[in-house]
């Protein structure tokens, strides 16, 4: 299936999306503000640059898109039908990426938290985010996520 736009307006509209400063970072950014939570944002000296970083807590947050990041069995997670093998390599790797980053994390004794996008997105979960958060924080969980749904909060 050929592409709906040329392929400068594609090239044109894929330059235009961000990787910092995204909605549903600013909003896990704002939630955990009035949780009370201080934090740095992008530490490049850090692997993979976490999007947010409590360094006293060693805790590292990644606010992941899910079709960026193949969130499995997320509405939001589609593999286009256009250009299989582009994408498929592509959006592999981007996940082959995040395991290793947060195995480099782990090993370097930091705790590793995500939030998916499509939590940001659900109107009864988003009110619930900083709670959420906390609660992840007051555990003992190396690794964690934060879904939309109540089937995976840690």
Do not use: Y
Request: charge should be positive; hydrophobic fraction near 40%; aromatic fraction near 8%.
């Amino acid at each position: 299936m050929a592409d709906v736009v040329d392929s400068e307006t594609r090239s044109r509209m894929m330059a235009g999306i961000r990787g910092k400063g995204t909605k549903p970072e600013m909003l896990v950014r704002r939630v955990m503000f009035a949780a009370g939570l201080r934090f740095r944002l992008h530490r490049k000296d850090l692997p993979g640059a976490p999007d947010i970083v409590l360094p006293g807590r060693k805790v590292a947050v990644f606010v992941h898109g899910c079709f960026w990041h193949m969130h499995s069995g997320c509405k939001f997670a589609k593999m286009p039908s256009s250009n299989t093998d582009f994408w498929h390599t592509k959006l592999s790797g981007n996940v082959e990426r995040d395991h290793r980053v947060v195995e480099a994390l782990r090993t370097s004794g930091w705790r590793v938290l995500t939030v998916w996008e499509c939590a940001t997105r659900d109107a009864r979960i988003a009110p619930t985010l900083g709670q959420r958060v906390l609660n992840w924080l007051d555990s003992d969980d190396d690794v964690g996520e934060i879904p939309p749904s109540t089937r995976n909060t840690s």
